[in-house]
């Protein structure tokens, strides 16, 4: 099994920046690929970026190309999202979470973090 739990939630201003991370627990040789996603109260959860464990290859979804950046530290089991510019429709709960699945066809996440809120003010 392998749990992950993310932490760097919070309130920001517009424009502003903020760095979650993601810790990895457990069976960890596992993993081949890590996203992270965000979800707004009534609305489908919606995919922000991944990566691969072993290159480092990213994707990003075109809503936060440019201002997003996802990387890792494998030594620390460890995925961070630095979000810059951010806008208020940036604002959602942020979810961690962990595939075994290799980064080109990563689709299916089965470990979920419990997902701090970003609330971004106007």
């Known amino acids: 099994q392998v749990q992950v739990a993310e932490s760097g939630g919070g309130t920001v201003q517009a424009g502003g920046s903020l760095r979650l991370s993601c810790a990895a627990s457990g069976r960890t040789s596992s993993i081949n690929t890590m996203g992270w996603f965000r979800q707004v109260p009534g609305k489908e959860r919606e995919f922000v970026a991944r990566?691969?464990?072993?290159?480092?290859?990213?994707f990003y979804a075109d809503s936060v190309k440019g201002r997003f950046t996802i990387s890792r530290d494998n030594a620390k089991n460890t995925v961070y999202l630095q979000m810059n510019s951010l806008k208020p429709e940036d604002t959602a709960v942020y979810y961690c979470?962990?595939?075994?699945?290799?980064?080109?066809?990563?689709?299916?996440?089965?470990?979920w973090g419990q997902g701090p809120q970003v609330p971004v003010s106007s």
């Open positions: 979470a962990a595939t075994n699945q290799i980064f080109d066809y990563a689709r299916r996440y089965d470990y």
């Open positions: 990566i691969s464990k072993s290159l480092g290859r990213t």
